[in-house]
């Protein structure tokens, strides 16, 4: 059997390009191997409800890619909102306000660097959004909660922490190969240490879990929109939010995943991963797949 790239951000470094120019994109289509016209990309992504499209955070190349399909998928028409890991659901005031143009930039700085960093990376994003109206959803959860559940597990939030997540029924249950793989990621042997384990598993699983109930929260409010969700790769894949969304609601999605030499690649990439594999960014240097 094989084993899949594992999401583990906080352990699994590697090598990957980190070009800084935007250049012809070349897309494979996982469902047949075959590579196909961007055009023909947004026609398929335009009839989803929901569009993955992971990245590697500090890595200039996937963001122009993001930004190239929310281009191409607004000029289509429909309604269109970008859902962020990089933003907490409580800071959604201050996006409404940076949409509506009611906040400047320098203001809008001081609290975006209390989500996230990478600024000028990201910028040409947020300032599109801005420019065109586009409306920008806060997904993520605040970092305490995953770092406790990572410690002590899920068992130890408690129902303030929890509320506005539907999570019945929440736990750790994964493939018994893939549970290998955590296991070894984490430096774990045999059944040794299985509270850590676990505490690592439910931490992982809750931040996707959270996610995918905060763009579940937007788009039973907004039915008419479409939901381009940037986020880390380990989040974006099948096995990420897309997997808790499924088990909260039906909403048509698909997955884009920037192709990384020797984790996911076109040697080793399926429809089990993603929908379609971006290709070739770049230069090699050492990065984090989050």
Known sequence: MKIRISFLALTAFFLLGTGSAWTHPHIIALS??????????????????????????????????????????????????IGLEMFQSDYQGALDKWVAQEMEELNFLLVYQQNWSLWPLYR?????????????????????????????????????????????????????????FIRRALGLHGHADNDRFTHFCEAQLLWDAAMANNLVNFLEENPDH????????????????????????????????PEVRGRIDRGNASVSDADYLWLDFGDEGWQVWE
């Open 226 to 257: 479409t939901l381009v969700v940037l986020a880390g790769s380990g989040h974006a894949w099948k096995y990420g939010i897309p997997a808790q969304l499924e088990n909260l609601a039906e909403f048509d999605y698909r997955v884009v995943l």
């Open 124 to 180: 040409p994003i947020f300032m599109h959004a801005r420019e065109q109206g586009i409306p920008l959803v806060g997904l993520n959860i605040p970092r305490e909660i995953t770092r406790q559940v990572a410690r002590e597990g899920f068992a130890s939030l408690n129902p303030e922490q929890l509320r506005g997540m539907n999570l019945k029924g929440f736990a750790c249950i994964v493939d018994p190969a893939y549970e290998q």
């Open 32 to 81: 047949s191997g075959e590579e196909i016209a961007f055009d023909d990309l947004i026609t398929d992504l335009d009839q989803a409800q929901v569009v993955f499209v992971g990245e590697l955070h500090d890595h200039e190349g996937h963001h122009q890619m993001q930004l190239e399909i929310i281009r191409a998928l607004h000029e289509r028409g429909g309604p269109l909102a």
